[in-house]
């Protein structure tokens, strides 16, 4: 449009464009399902896995067949075989028979359990024999009461590694460590292993599970982005 303002030159004016929205934009369905079916679409590939891994951990306790094919919780399936591992990983790194006999025998140990002995000779030559044999305890003064108990304790210094040693070996031999640690897990319920998971590591898993929705959700939003971009 131009104007003229007396005998100046016409005053021409810019025309005005309209706007052109895209289509997309206004398109209801597609914002629908662009924005928000694909990001929650993601969210749930994102949360689901870990959600179903945790069920499928312990359930179903019983087998069942679907379709010839046998379904059933990892840990009631495998129980037995982690029972074997674990009694066999106890028996032979985790427990020793032959490290228990060595820390007993230790003359470091005996040396603390001295003073007991000590004392329960003390009272066995001073009160119990006079009970027993009142004849040879009135022949026992301090002085022979303080060389039996260093005889006896020296007796008992060489004696005791032996009497333990042997012990343990027939202790070993009558014990199965590895079947009891086995029959011990096998008959663990799966209800009662479930709840100390829940106790101690479902909180932690439930926030892993959380975190995935939300960056299953971050990058729905992102392909949805690019998606109305090109």
């Known amino acids: 449009m131009a104007l003229k303002a007396g005998g100046s030159r016409p005053l021409v004016l810019p025309s005005l464009k309209p706007i052109s929205i895209p289509y997309r934009f206004l398109n209801f369905s597609e914002m629908y399902s662009g924005w928000i079916i694909l990001p929650l679409t993601c969210a749930f590939i994102g949360w689901f896995p870990i959600w179903i891994g945790i069920r499928?951990?312990?359930?179903?306790?019983?087998?069942?067949?679907?379709?010839?094919?046998?379904?059933?919780?990892?840990?009631?399936?495998?129980?037995?075989?982690?029972?074997?591992?674990?009694?066999?990983?106890a028996a032979t790194e985790l427990f020793s028979f032959g490290e228990i006999a060595e820390k007993l025998t230790d003359p470091a140990n005996f040396s603390r359990i001295l003073p007991m002995v000590d004392e329960h000779i003390?009272?066995?030559?001073?009160?119990?024999?006079a009970e027993q044999m009142p004849m040879i305890s009135m022949f026992i003064g301090d002085k022979t009461i303080a060389e039996l108990k260093k005889v006896f304790?020296?007796?008992?210094?060489?004696?005791?590694?032996?009497?333990?040693?042997?012990?343990?070996g027939g202790l070993e031999k009558e014990l199965n460590l590895e079947k009891l640690i086995r029959e011990k897990i096998e008959g663990i319920p799966i209800v009662n292993i479930e709840k100390n998971f829940n106790v101690n590591l479902l909180n932690k898993i439930r926030n892993l599970s959380y975190l995935a929705a939300c960056f299953g959700f971050?990058?729905?939003l992102l392909l949805a982005f690019f998606g109305f971009l090109g």
């Open 56 to 89: 499928l951990l312990f359930h179903p306790v019983k087998a069942w067949n679907l379709l010839g094919i046998r379904i059933q919780g990892i840990l009631p399936a495998k129980q037995k075989q982690f029972a074997e591992s674990l009694g066999k990983l």
């Open 122 to 129: 003390d009272h066995f030559l001073r009160i119990k024999l």
């Open 153 to 168: 304790t020296a007796e008992l210094e060489t004696l005791f590694p032996v009497i333990m040693k042997n012990y343990i």
């Open 218 to 220: 971050l990058v729905g």
